[in-house]
């Protein structure tokens, strides 16, 4: 595990940030430098000013300009990645086990391994490596499902705290519909639940904290959903759980409780779990007024792109949804989603807005499913890419063009670009757990929640000397990876350093 370095006094860093307070819209602050106070204190930015200013910023904070940490050509700050969904004891098998609809999926590989954490030490092995992943991937932040084990989830919060990351860790609830011997009692549950709430409190670190965590409907009835509310509203804790994520979902909860026509979002919402800090993983098959009764309780969507494709039947709407007041972070969703890196959930989301602009291409042009035949004479007002008017060779298949116009509305509706996914996976998912005052964006007043980025490395990709910095770090998000992370601090600690 990377050792976590700490430090009693304030001290500086200065180089190139790029961060994005706006949607799509990041910011770049070329050769700035950042003053970051004391650990203890929570490693605050005290102040952001140019380069030439060091001096004087220095003197006014009694900092050696030699100790400053000094970012070299080709190196970039960025704020710390936050990744909304994490199952911890499936990390085993991340990178397997894509090949089964979600409910099947669970019993024949998700239950079985869980059930294994009944064993605290084996577990908390799982758990160290997943902490020192996830930290070398560029996580700061995360929100993550441990098991019905208490033991092993106060393992789990125990090994985030070592990395130094900010944790928010839920010991799952279950009372029905689960396999012999991973299943729990109503009573059971609660009476957990409220011993690990309380545990996570004496830890007394504010990195740390406890969520209310129903597994889904399938596997929690309503006392236990209603118990479990109460929890959240006396403790005041954040809540995370999974909400009508595929269809066989779907059809699973509405077996369970036919008498409800409005879905997981109403039984959620009846027992209390739609509230400020609640986090709901997928929701690719909410309805317009489950998404606005979210909007309107302020409970945020995880948005797991990766594992969509997989299991969620459905491409996540995230302009749509936000459009209608929800928040929106993205989530890793390791192991439905087979790679622990943000980066490759920020790509995913990207390519799953391009996969639902072309679904509706598809609903807006039926005409798709029968080509029309080819043409046999030029087409003399078809543009060649200057949009001059040709006579070139007849195409075939005219009838599949959608008119530039509809395609700009559909684009405009649903694209989201490396710049879209990066606010997500920063400001979006600080959004979500009432961060956005300590996390997601490097501003005076927040923590030092950071990752030193190295373009250097060509093992990713090249730099070359046409690109400016925001090229660069477009190019980190869409092709970089862990060899190009240098350094993370969170809250102005240094929890990861790779080796030179």
Same mark, same amino acid.
Request: aromatic share 8%; charged share 20%; proline share 5%.
């Given at each position: ?13 200065? /180089? ?56 070299? +050509? ?37 239950? &079985? ?24 991937? /560029? ?30 860790? /839920? ?7 689960? &396999? ?13 639940? +409220? ?64 008498? $409800? ?50 299991? /969620? ?30 980066? $490759? ?68 509706? !649903? ?62 998000? !869409? ?22």
């Amino acid at each position: 595990m990377s050792k976590v370095q700490a430090t009693s006094t304030t001290w500086a860093c200065r /180089g190139t940030i790029v961060h994005i307070k706006t949607f799509a819209q990041p910011q770049l602050l070329v050769d700035h430098i950042v003053i970051i106070g004391p650990t203890e204190d929570g490693g605050t930015i005290q102040a952001i000013c140019s380069g030439d200013k060091e001096p004087e910023v220095c003197s006014r904070f009694d900092i050696d300009t030699q100790s400053i940490v000094r970012l070299e +050509e080709g190196e970039l700050l960025c704020p710390g990645f936050i990744d909304l969904h994490v199952h911890a004891p499936q990390y085993s098998y991340t990178g397997t086990a894509t090949d089964r609809p979600v409910m099947e999926w669970l019993n024949t590989y998700a239950f &079985p391994r869980e059930t294994a954490h009944s064993d605290s030490d084996a577990a908390t092995k799982e758990y160290m490596k997943l902490c020192n992943r996830l930290v070398a991937h /560029g996580t700061t932040t995360v929100l993550i499902f441990g098991t019905i084990y208490k033991a092993a989830c106060q393992r789990l919060a125990l090994c985030l705290q070592a990395q130094g990351l900010r944790g928010f860790v /839920g010991k799952v609830c279950m009372d029905r519909q689960s &396999p012999d011997g991973y299943s729990e009692t109503t009573s059971d549950s609660l009476a957990d639940t +409220e011993a690990f709430i309380k545990w996570v409190q004496q830890l007394q670190d504010d990195k740390i904290h406890a969520v209310v965590t129903p597994r889904f409907v399938p596997t929690c009835t309503p006392e236990l959903l209603q118990g479990l509310g109460q929890l959240a509203a006396q403790f005041d804790t954040p809540i995370q759980s999974h909400i009508s994520e595929s269809f066989d979902e779907v059809e699973y909860s509405s077996a369970l409780h036919p008498e $409800n026509a409005g879905g997981d979002t109403a039984l959620f919402d009846k027992a209390g779990l739609l509230r400020q800090r609640a986090v709901m993983a997928h929701g690719t098959c909410l309805t317009d007024p489950e998404l606005k009764v979210l909007g309107q309780r302020g409970t945020a969507l995880a948005h797991c792109p990766l594992s969509n494709f997989f299991f /969620g039947d459905r491409v996540l709407h995230v302009r749509h949804a936000m459009q209608l007041g929800v928040k929106i972070g993205l989530g890793t969703d390791v192991a439905g989603g087979y790679s622990p890196s943000m980066l $490759n959930a920020m790509r995913s989301c990207v390519i799953a807005s391009r996969a639902l602009c072309m679904s509706q291409y598809a609903t807006m042009a039926p005409q798709l499913q029968t080509p029309a035949p080819p043409q046999t004479e030029p087409n003399p007002t078809r543009q060649n890419l200057t949009g001059v008017a040709t006579a070139a060779s007849a195409e075939p298949g005219d009838s599949f063009c959608i008119p530039a116009g509809s395609r700009k509305e559909v684009q405009a509706a !649903n694209l989201l670009d490396w710049k879209g996914a990066f606010w997500l996976a920063t400001v979006g998912g600080a959004q979500a757990l009432g961060l956005e005052k300590i996390c997601g964006t490097l501003e005076v007043g927040k923590a030092f929640d950071a990752l030193r980025v190295d373009t250097r490395n060509a093992a990713a990709f090249d730099v070359f000397p046409a690109d400016t910095p925001m090229d660069i770090f477009q190019k980190f998000v !869409n092709l970089g990876d862990d060899r190009n992370i240098k350094a993370v601090w969170v809250g102005g600690k240094l929890v990861h350093q790779k080796a030179s």
